[in-house]
């Protein structure tokens, strides 16, 4: 019989991009019986994974701690599978329960939660380092009681690995995909784009101010209206502005096509990493993958890719001098900037990849021995 595997999230839709795509495919393929739990998900058999639905009724965060994660635990329990893979930290909880049935428990920490505590809006800021440190404490008692811990980022990883028994890097490098080379396209047109979340936190407002000193450029802008984007309309830039909307990935491609440079310019913020970034943001991979050369963020770990791979340039965020120049670099010199691109296309294909994730999670999982 074909071990069974379930991951268990309150907070992904099934069909999330690093539990399903990536962790839960890879799994299937090499043979496990796998189900995903998740909110408010049809229940339903997709690529030999089964999907099975929690109905979550309530967005509140009280409910979701208290009621819904003892919802989400009767329906993992349920499975009786021989591992379970957690992917929320409000489901901590459910991992002591799991292991005190005999279960395998893996934890994966998709961010730096204690971190992230500390800047969450709605937790009043006199509050804030203490419930960051309560979550700490509580954090490390389970770790210390389950099997496994994983996570995105080196810096995440290496915290994990003092309260953990197996503490285990995978990253989110991006699936490689057939016919996805766009470098081989004639980039005439002075193009960038930017494809995710239109929040402030990718700092839109500065990359406006800094194409605003720059001649015949286009900012093709892709995601959901946002009232941080009526804010951007109002601002000096918002001229070279081309606003898509919300756009299936093929439509995305198609813009992608018309692109001369990706812009993945984000604050230091918690979510990710601080300065030293995070290994979880694809954005930059996908722009790899695709041959088109990056303007991004100088994160520490972001920067050590660029200078290895010559694959963009970084940028401090909060210096739109600095954004600007880089953007006006690769505009004026396009060979260089198909270089890079070029560049980007073998580091991927090369080493940042999600099959070196994949090998990475398989020997975790053969690690059990079961």
């Known amino acids: 019989m074909n071990l069974k595997i379930c991951h268990v999230t309150s907070v992904h839709p099934a069909k999330d991009g690093r539990i399903f795509s990536k962790q839960c495919c890879s799994l299937a393929n090499a043979g496990y019986d796998v189900t995903i739990v998740a909110p408010n998900a049809e229940d339903r058999v997709l690529n030999g994974i089964k999907i099975r639905g929690v109905y979550l009724k309530s967005n509140s965060r009280i409910y979701r701690i208290f009621v819904f994660s003892k919802l989400i635990y009767k329906k993992a329990l349920s499975i009786d599978a021989n591992i379970y893979q957690i992917h929320d930290p409000e489901l901590l909880i459910i991992a002591l329960k799991l292991k005190r049935q005999g279960k395998i428990v893996i934890f994966d920490s998709h961010e730096d939660v204690p971190g992230i505590i500390k800047s969450k809006f709605y937790i009043p800021k006199p509050f804030r380092l203490f ?57 005439v047109e002075r193009n960038v784009c930017f494809a995710g979340n239109i929040v402030s936190d990718y700092m839109h407002h500065n990359i406006l101010k800094a194409l605003s000193k720059i001649n015949n450029v286009t900012y093709f802008l892709i995601g959901e209206k946002t009232q941080y984007l009526e804010y951007l309309s109002g601002l000096e830039g918002w001229d070279k502005v081309r606003y898509y909307g919300k756009l299936p990935y093929d439509e995305v491609l198609k813009v992608y096509a018309k692109t001369s440079i990706g812009l993945a310019i984000h604050d230091y913020t918690p979510n990710a990493g601080y300065r030293h970034g995070s290994l979880g943001t694809i954005k ?46 690769l505009l004026d010199n396009p060979i260089l900037a198909s270089e890079m691109g070029k560049n980007g296309i073998l580091a991927v294909e090369r080493e940042y990849n999600w099959k070196s994730q994949e090998k990475v999670l398989l020997n975790l999982y053969k690690s059990f021995n079961l």
Not at 137 to 160: F, G, H, M, Q, W
Not at 293 to 319: A, M, Q, S
Request: hydrophobic residues 40%; neutral net charge.
């Open 131 to 187: 419930i960051s440190y309560l979550y700490s404490i509580y954090e490390k008692y389970v770790l210390k009681r389950i099997d496994a811990a994983i996570s995105v980022t080196p810096a995440i990883v290496d915290r994990l690995a003092t309260i953990c028994p197996k503490a285990v890097l995978v990253t989110n490098y991006p699936i490689i995909q057939n016919n996805t080379n766009l470098n081989s396209i004639s980039r």
């Open 284 to 329: 930059i991979f996908e722009f790899m993958m695709l041959g088109i050369p990056i303007v991004c963020t100088d994160f520490t770990l972001w920067r050590n890719i660029i200078d290895k791979e010559k694959c963009g340039i970084y940028v401090d965020p909060h210096n739109t001098d600095e954004i600007s120049r880089a953007i006006k670099t």
